[in-house]
């Protein structure tokens, strides 16, 4: 999926999905396949928040 939509040539990958598992994977996946690919991750809350940057996530959003 990563590859379809262009990701090997992005530069920023913001991610807002309230699922923290799925925004979990999506991390991982980008940090596997794009390594270099920024990732904006959006939190609803601080614990989660603080888990998608210890999982990857370069910065987050917190949503409230």
């Given amino acids: 999926l990563?590859?379809?939509v262009g990701a090997?040539?992005?530069k920023l990958l913001i991610i807002a999905?309230?699922?923290e598992e799925k925004s979990l994977a999506l991390i991982e996946a980008?940090?596997?396949h794009s390594p270099k690919l920024?990732?904006?991750a959006c939190a609803y809350v601080?614990?989660?928040a603080y888990r998608l940057i210890?999982?990857?996530a370069d910065s987050d959003a917190?949503?409230?």
């Fill in 46 to 48: 601080r614990d989660p």
């Fill in 30 to 32: 980008c940090r596997k």
């Fill in 54 to 56: 210890q999982e990857g």
């Fill in 17 to 19: 999905i309230k699922d």
């Fill in 8 to 10: 090997a040539e992005a």
């Fill in 2 to 4: 990563l590859h379809a």
């Fill in 38 to 40: 920024q990732v904006l």
């Fill in 62 to 64: 917190r949503r409230g």
